[in-house]
């Protein structure tokens, strides 16, 4: 079973849509969680902390299912700047190694 | 914003030659990684490094790599004998902390660079 696993899409979706990403992870212990953003061949970048409680930033919601291993993230209103890779990530250790998933490809059109 | 940076952004070199990438973290983290990113594929997680050490590193990081934090401000990553499965992006990133949860927690990655071995 592999680490972290996401459904890689590609998702099109119209401008204004709401869409939902999915994640499941293999190690219990995993200690922290994230959702980065990456453009075609650019770093990732931070797009928010998930936590237990479920969080909002705006148009986006992430939430954490630590019984199921399970990390969403809804995005509302989407944006043709919205258009990117969205890569689940989990920590584990204390070393802070993080764990990458293979990405979900989100293509929003006019 | 503090960045890290990281140089070259395109290193191109021939298979058996030493290349060493570059980084400079944010000024005050304490906590620096390199990752590796094949095209078309996943972010890989090759080492972790906290007081001059090593903390972690992943089955990628054999013996051909090697990482230093030379001086006060850079951090290099060394691979002695490269491979053509050595091209890849390579990120650098650091953080503040990694035990905690919140902000000090959070990895800030650097443009890259991008490795091509002929």
């Known amino acids: 079973r592999k680490e972290v696993e996401q459904d890689p899409g590609p998702f099109n979706v119209p401008e204004g849509a709401t869409v939902a990403f999915n994640c499941t992870y293999s190690?219990?212990?995993?200690?922290?969680f994230f959702w980065y953003r990456q453009d075609c061949r650019k770093e990732p970048k931070l797009l928010m902390s998930?936590?237990?409680s479920g969080n909002e930033d705006g148009r986006f919601t992430a939430q954490l299912n630590r019984a199921s291993q399970y990390i969403s993230l809804l995005i509302r209103d989407s944006k043709l700047s919205d258009s990117a890779t969205y890569l689940c990530?989990?920590?584990?250790?204390?070393?802070?190694?993080?764990?990458f998933g293979q990405g979900t490809t989100l293509q929003v059109k006019p | 914003e503090p960045e890290v940076t990281q140089t070259p952004s395109h290193q191109v070199t021939q298979m058996g030659q030493e290349v060493i990438l570059r980084c400079v973290p944010i000024?005050?983290?304490?906590?620096f990684y390199w990752y590796r990113q094949i095209l078309g594929q996943k972010v890989e997680f090759l080492v972790s490094?906290?007081?001059?050490?090593?903390?972690?590193k992943s089955e990628i990081f054999d013996d051909q790599f090697s990482v230093e934090r030379p001086d006060g401000s850079n951090f290099t990553l060394k691979i002695r004998s490269t491979k053509l499965e050595d091209s890849a992006m390579y990120f650098c990133?650091?953080?503040?902390?990694?035990?905690?949860?919140?902000?000090?927690?959070?990895?800030?990655f650097g443009a890259g660079t991008r490795l091509s071995v002929l």
């Open positions: 998930v936590y237990s």
């Open positions: 000024s005050n983290h304490l906590y």
């Open positions: 490094f906290y007081n001059n050490e090593i903390s972690e």
């Open positions: 190690n219990s212990a995993s200690q922290s």
């Open positions: 990530v989990v920590k584990t250790s204390n070393t802070g190694k993080l764990i």
């Open positions: 990133a650091s953080s503040a902390l990694t035990s905690t949860s919140g902000a000090k927690n959070i990895q800030y």
